[in-house]
C-alpha cells in the first residue's frame, strides 16, 4: 500500500514539473530531418507533426547509400526537461506514419519510431539528435541516426 502511494506521489510531482516547465504552445518549423521538413505544433507535453522526410535506408550497386523519401505525419511525447530556461531542453519519442515517394518504398505504408534530445540553443532555435526505427511490410527494420533543426515560437 505504501509502495502504491509514493509511486502516485511521485508522480504527480513529476507531471506537475513538467507541466509548468514546458510552454502551453509552441509551433515549430523544422527545416531539417527531423521529425521531417515540416510543421509542428506541440500543446504542453505531446505534438502533432508533418512533412517531407528523407533517409538513406539502401544502397546503390556501387555500395553509396541511396536516400528513399517519405511523407511522415505522427505524435511525440516530451518529457524530461532540462534547464532553467523559460522553454527547457528535454527528451522526446515519436511515433509516425510514413508514405514512401520513391524507390523500394513507393506507395508504401510504414510506421517510424524514434527517440531522442531536443536542445534549446538560443531563443526558438533547437537542434535534435536521435535514432529512429522505420518498419514497412516486405522490408526488413532499418535503424538511422535522426537529427534536425527547427526555430519555434512559443505562445503561453
Known sequence: ???????????????????????????????FRNPSIGLEFRHRQVSIHTGYYMTAVSQNSEGNPENTSFIRS??????????????????YSSLSYV?????????????MVDAGFRWMVWKGLNVRIGAAMLAAPNHTLKLNPVGGISYSFFFN
Open 1 to 31: 500500500m505504501k509502495k502504491g502511494i509514493l509511486f502516485s506521489l511521485l508522480f504527480s510531482a513529476t507531471s506537475a514539473f513538467a507541466q509548468r516547465s514546458f510552454s502551453k504552445n509552441e509551433l515549430s518549423i523544422n527545416g
Open 74 to 91: 505522427g505524435i511525440s511525447f516530451w518529457f524530461l526537461p532540462v534547464g532553467r530556461k523559460a522553454n527547457p531542453s528535454s527528451f
Open 99 to 111: 508514405r514512401g515517394l520513391n524507390r523500394t518504398y513507393k506507395d508504401q505504408n510504414g510506421l
